[in-house]
């Protein structure tokens, strides 16, 4: 059974950090692309960044590019947002997505609720 479980989520001031994870099971995590994506309330899901499948590449959207950091641990079949300098506009729910060899076989997690609010 494939699985993508993001946790980390929450409530944030801005200014304000958070690190989200995602878990991923059932497939082989260590050949996979992943991304991050999230969803506000009214508005198109957006890309976040991506990660290639040995954490040497990584790209980000201009929203978040010097705020946010991917990263990967292929150990535990985990990949990590690092969100520093939150601001309002990125409250949103945040989801990861495996993309395998060929774009073939792609996975999405649940996604995380993020709020970045004083």
């Known amino acids: 059974q494939v699985q993508l479980v993001e946790s980390g989520g929450g409530l944030v001031q801005p200014g304000g950090s958070l690190r989200l994870s995602c878990v991923a099971s059932?497939?082989?995590?260590?050949?996979?692309?992943m991304k991050w994506y999230r969803q506000a309330p009214g508005k198109e899901r957006e890309w976040v960044a991506r990660?290639?499948?040995?954490?040497?590449?990584?790209y980000y959207a201009d929203s978040v590019k010097g705020r946010f950091t991917i990263s990967r641990d292929n150990a535990k079949n985990t990949v990590y947002l690092q969100m520093n300098s939150l601001k309002p506009e990125d409250t949103a729910v945040y989801v990861c997505n495996a993309v395998g060899p060929w774009g073939k076989y792609n996975y999405w997690g649940q996604g995380t609720q993020v709020t970045v609010s004083s």
């Open positions: 059932g497939f082989s995590f260590s050949i996979y692309q």
């Open positions: 990660i290639d499948s040995i954490g040497a590449t990584l």
